[in-house]
């Protein structure tokens, strides 16, 4: 099982709809998770932080967590075109929260 | 105006030449990684650094080498013993490297490196 899951989609979705991105983790004692938005070509960048169960919101942007199932997701209302872009979970190990295992992405596109 | 710059933004080097690849940044953060991410993969940690004159072998060290001698500065050289370097390779900080909360990570350009 690899550390950190993800589905590397194509996942299209209309504009205007919510777009539900899912991630699944191994390690039980993470603490802090990371999604990262990547548009083709360039860097990473954060766009939301969770670090206790439940749902936190910025925004259109609203990630959920569950520790005891061990996932974390990311919800996009009203999605943009804009949105259009790979979107990374990232999750540092309970062991070493320096090294922070992402995942391969979810490969996000808003249809018009 | 802060943040993480990485330079070049391309650079192109011939087999058995090693390279030497730029990461500033001025947000004084403790922690400094070096990623490689190859097309349609996620992030494979190279390299970090929780304090200055000290840094942890990634995931994927072999055929890299770095060196952390000032806070704002950590630069990867990529050796002629990497056996397939042509990559995208990005630079991250972190306000510090071991407690929740402080561990987020912003990441800098990046480089891409192509090798002829």
């Known amino acids: 099982q690899k550390e950190v899951e993800q589905n590397s989609g194509p996942l299209s979705v209309p504009e205007g709809a919510i777009a539900s991105l899912n991630c699944t983790y191994s390690d039980r004692g993470s603490q802090s998770f990371f999604w990262y938005r990547q548009y083709s070509g360039k860097s990473p960048e954060l766009i939301m932080s969770?670090?206790?169960?439940g749902d936190k919101e910025d925004g259109r942007f609203t990630a959920q967590l569950n520790k005891a199932s061990q996932y974390v997701s990311l919800l996009i209302r009203d999605s943009q075109p804009s949105d259009s872009a790979t979107y990374l979970c990232a999750v540092p190990g309970y062991s070493s929260a320096s090294k922070i295992i992402f995942g391969s992405g979810t490969r996000l596109s808003i249809r018009p | 105006d802060g943040g993480i710059t990485q330079s070049p933004k391309y650079l192109f080097r011939k087999e058995g030449q090693n390279v030497t690849l730029s990461c500033e940044q001025n947000?004084?953060?403790?922690?400094m990684y070096w990623y490689r991410q190859d097309p349609g993969q996620g992030l494979r940690l190279i390299y970090y650094?929780?304090?200055?004159?000290?840094?942890q072998k990634g995931d994927i060290a072999e055929g890299y080498s770095v060196s952390r001698e000032k806070k704002e500065s950590f630069p990867l050289t990529v050796t002629s013993a990497q056996k397939n370097p042509t990559a995208f390779y990005l630079c991250?900080?972190?306000?510090?490297?071991?407690?929740?909360?402080?561990?987020?990570?912003?990441f800098g350009p990046g480089t891409r490196l192509t090798v002829l």
């Open positions: 969770i670090y206790s169960n």
């Open positions: 650094s929780q304090i200055v004159n000290d840094f």
């Open positions: 947000l004084n953060h403790d922690a």
């Open positions: 991250a900080s972190s306000i510090r490297a071991d407690r929740v909360s402080y561990n987020e990570q912003f």
